[in-house]
């Protein structure tokens, strides 16, 4: 069986590299549309400007342009992307409050609001949501009264 700390890492590699991966394709588009507008004169093909001719010079240094643009990119992803792990939230098992310093807890919606910019939602797993469905239907039926005794 798998634990749940390998669960848990295993989650982060895939959102991280989903990341990555993205960046990665756009810059990688950059540098395609860079060499297509050298190759084909895409200015003058779509739009009938004037004619320039062939340039190795300037495809060479926009590409470099972007590919440096896109170490600082992913670079700083990167660096967010730890110190957000770095900084994983403890909880309190029993009344879900956020450990945010020593000794120090708040409640976890005032700690969400304070440290990042999200709207929090409400509801209920699909376990807490049977077990309000089934409190709920004990509430509808009608308890049998018991019989005083004199």
């Given at each position: 069986m798998i634990s749940q700390e390998k669960i848990k890492t295993s989650a982060r590699q895939d959102a991280f590299g989903s990341v990555a991966l993205w960046q990665l394709m756009t810059f990688l588009f950059l540098i395609c549309f860079i060499w297509a507008n050298?190759?084909?004169?895409?200015?003058n093909y779509l739009f009938g400007a004037e004619a320039s001719p062939f340039n190795i010079s300037r495809g060479l240094l926009l590409t470099m342009?972007?590919?440096?643009t896109a170490v600082v990119a992913v670079g700083h992803t990167y660096e967010q992307q730890r110190s957000?792990?770095?900084n994983l939230v403890m909880t309190c098992a029993?009344?879900?409050?956020v450990e945010t310093g020593q000794n120090s807890w708040e409640h976890v919606e005032e700690y969400f609001i304070k440290h990042y910019p999200v709207d929090l939602g409400r509801g209920a797993c699909p376990e807490c949501q049977k077990m309000l469905e089934a409190v709920q239907e004990r509430q509808k039926t009608p308890q049998p009264i018991p019989e005083a005794t004199a």
């Open positions: 050298e190759l084909l004169d895409l200015p342009a972007i590919v440096a957000i792990v770095k029993y009344c879900h409050r």
